[in-house]
């Protein structure tokens, strides 16, 4: 497919493009206020490059992790841009969300978001033309032909941050050289997680002209600083479950996945009655399932409280597990033991945790790789290498202070990585301009 070819697909299905959103509006996937903005208009006002805006640096995301590394990108950059305002984009409502919330805590900075306009090249035409922004960061892998070639086009400097591919990604990419090259040679500067990404933007890129620049830096998806007031994590909540562990271990399992929670709840039994078990699962919803297969434990969603007899307890809601790292003594990260793709692993470092974790890591191997050499990370497959792993650590406390502090020492080198991507992004700025 060609870049020509995949506009007319565009053009084909304009007809239809109403009764996509007007389905994803009822699914909750998209908000009928915003729906302008998916074909690239916006009520709102916007600031034209002038005497007291110097440009419009323009970063896109895809969701919650990627808006919320934008949004920590965007104030690395503003310290090198004060005179420079900020566009966020995003694709889901829920990211949306989350730099709204963003903007409203930073408002020394001149910043606003919209949603993604979809890649029609008359929206993605009307967006440029309206925003005039000057510079364009895709942040992670969200790679729509549109937004970039037409930036390209229009002497926008294109910068690929965070990035990354899964091979099936790269695979379908792959297929379809064509559109694949010219997209991905079109940026300046691509700010890969590790080097076997780096490789494989090289082998998409080929041997277009102007090859841009690739750095190596790391994921930008960070933690936030929360270790040194981890006490002021819902306070409340973290005083009813230090009760009911009453002295006992804390197990957590966090974020998991279908298909991981039994195994969960067998490593629980026998772990015994020494130990508290939580499991905070993905998607919250699950909550009744997974209770109904551990003997219907006490579940946060149901206002019920655990107490010193609970061995374990489902907490199936959002936003509360920085509170579950602070009173864990050991977390399995889930999505892992299913191919998920695990998630990232920096938070519960963050905490000083022993990480248990299954075999499908492929959308955070980098960081699992970099906290494994720092002895932090431990790869289980069931129930029983769960509890030997969590027994071995047990019985060697010098070990778990080593690896809490080499884990923590990681999380600290990692958060230099927005300063050296603003530099970096700061020094491609500087040459095509």
Request: glycine content about 6%; proline content about 7%.
């Amino acid at each position: 497919m060609t870049p020509s070819l995949y506009n007319i697909v565009w053009r084909i299905i304009r007809p239809f493009i109403p009764l996509l959103l007007w389905y994803r509006i009822r699914r909750g996937k998209d908000l009928r206020r915003l729906q302008d903005e998916r074909y690239g208009r916006t009520a709102q006002r916007i600031t034209p490059p002038g005497p007291h805006c110097a440009g419009r640096i323009w970063l896109h995301a895809v969701s919650v992790g990627e808006s919320v590394a934008a949004l920590r990108l965007a104030r690395a950059l503003a310290t090198h841009y004060p005179d420079h305002a900020f566009l966020i984009t995003t694709n889901t409502i829920t990211g949306h969300s989350a730099v709204r919330a963003g903007i409203a805590d930073q408002p020394d900075i001149a910043m606003q978001c919209a949603m993604q306009p979809l890649d029609h090249p008359d929206f993605v035409d009307h967006f440029l033309a309206s925003w005039q922004p000057s510079a364009a960061i895709f942040m992670e892998s969200d790679f729509w032909p549109n937004l970039i070639l037409r930036s390209r086009q229009r002497g926008i400097p294109v910068i690929f941050a965070s990035s990354q591919l899964s091979a099936k990604a790269v695979a379908g990419w792959m297929k379809r050289p064509a559109l694949a090259q010219p997209l991905f040679a079109a940026a300046e500067l691509i700010l890969p997680v590790d080097a076997q990404q780096a490789d494989q933007f090289r082998a998409l890129i080929g041997t277009a002209h102007n090859i841009p620049r690739i750095q190596v830096i790391g994921s930008l998806k960070l933690p936030n600083r929360q270790q040194q007031d981890r006490k002021q994590q819902e306070p409340q909540l973290q005083r009813i479950l230090q009760q009911a562990a009453s002295g006992r271990r804390v197990f957590l399992a966090a974020s998991t996945h279908d298909g991981e929670d039994q195994i969960v709840i067998d490593a629980a039994s026998d772990l015994g009655a020494d130990w508290l078990t939580i499991i905070a699962p993905r998607h919250p919803d699950r909550g009744d399932a997974i209770a109904a297969h551990a003997g219907q434990p006490p579940q946060r969603s149901h206002g019920a409280i655990p107490d010193s007899q609970t061995s374990i307890y489902i907490m199936d809601s959002l936003g509360e597990m920085g509170t579950l790292f602070s009173l864990a003594d050991y977390v399995f990260l889930g999505g892992s033991l299913v191919p998920a793709g695990g998630h990232n692993p920096l938070e519960p470092a963050e905490f000083g945790l022993p990480i248990l974790t299954g075999a499908h890591i492929f959308k955070n191997k980098a960081e699992f790789d970099g906290l494994a050499a720092a002895g932090a990370v431990f790869e289980v497959a069931d129930a029983a290498t769960i509890t030997h792993q969590i027994r071995q650590l047990e019985n060697d406390p010098a070990r778990r202070a080593k690896l809490a502090k080499a884990a923590q020492d990681y999380v600290t080198i990692a958060h230099q990585r927005v300063a050296l991507a603003a530099q970096a992004i700061k020094q491609v700025l500087t040459t095509v301009r």
